[in-house]
């Protein structure tokens, strides 16, 4: 149980182009979505809290604009990084919960190489 | 502060024990995490502890929590190849969704 997966696994994009990056809790209902990104041989950084049905609450230094949430389901959430460029270029991974409960599970990742 | 911390790195032999540590500073932390994450691979988690534990035991896996000294370990008994990757620390704390995640430990078994 408590299955996260992500869509796409890997994905090679242009500069100035847009990508989006699911995040779906597959035998749960996921109340709470987490993004993170993760820099090479680092710990990985809050991006942002998503409640389903709710705007996203962005950490400090995160641009909401560039990095729009939506969490529209209880399975769903997306990720879109609009007009990347190469520093863009990073390991983004989701994690979700469900209501009552404090683990988080997540997702395998996605790695996102902007050129 | 949000600091957690860990040794980068931890070198051991097939079959002997490994201990990875992890220090906090918050002291309103509920729950503490061990997750376990393999190269190109997301966050798979091992185990946890409620905050008013000092101990978890979960097959090879021994947790330890020290409340008093913000000092929790993870003990994996007969360390297997398997056992290489990177361990997180983390802390969740009642008064924000947050999860704090440490340094990282990478953990490097040899024959």
């Known amino acids: 149980g408590a299955v996260v997966s992500q869509h796409p696994s890997r994905v090679i994009c242009k500069s100035g182009t847009s990508v989006k990056i699911e995040c779906r809790s597959l035998?749960?209902?996921?109340?709470?979505m987490f993004w993170y990104r993760q820099f090479p041989k680092k710990s990985l950084m809050l991006m942002a809290t998503s409640n389903e049905g709710s705007k996203a609450t962005y950490e400090q230094g995160v641009e909401k604009d560039k990095f729009l949430i939506n969490h529209a389901s209880l399975t769903l959430s997306t990720l879109t990084v609009t007009s990347a460029h190469p520093e863009d270029s990073s390991f983004y991974i989701c994690?979700?919960?469900?209501?009552?409960?404090?683990?988080?599970?997540f997702g395998p990742g996605t790695r996102l190489l902007v050129l | 502060g949000e600091d957690v911390e860990q040794s980068l790195f931890l070198s051991v032999r097939e079959g002997d024990s490994s201990v990875i540590n992890c220090t906090y500073t918050d002291s309103s932390s509920t729950y503490l995490y061990w997750y376990k994450q393999e190269p190109g691979a997301g966050l798979q988690l091992l185990t946890y502890i409620f905050s008013n534990m000092d101990m978890k035991q979960d097959q090879r896996l021994t947790v330890l929590l020290n409340k008093k000294d913000k000092h929790l370990s993870l003990r994996i008994a007969d360390t297997q190849t398997g056992d290489s990757a990177i361990y997180f620390c983390?802390?969740?704390?009642?008064?924000?969704?947050?999860?704090?995640f440490g340094t990282g430990t990478r953990l490097q078994v040899f024959p």
């Open positions: 983390a802390e969740s704390r009642m008064s924000t969704d947050k999860l704090i």
């Open positions: 035998d749960f209902q996921a109340t709470t």
């Open positions: 994690s979700a919960r469900t209501t009552g409960r404090e683990t988080q599970y």
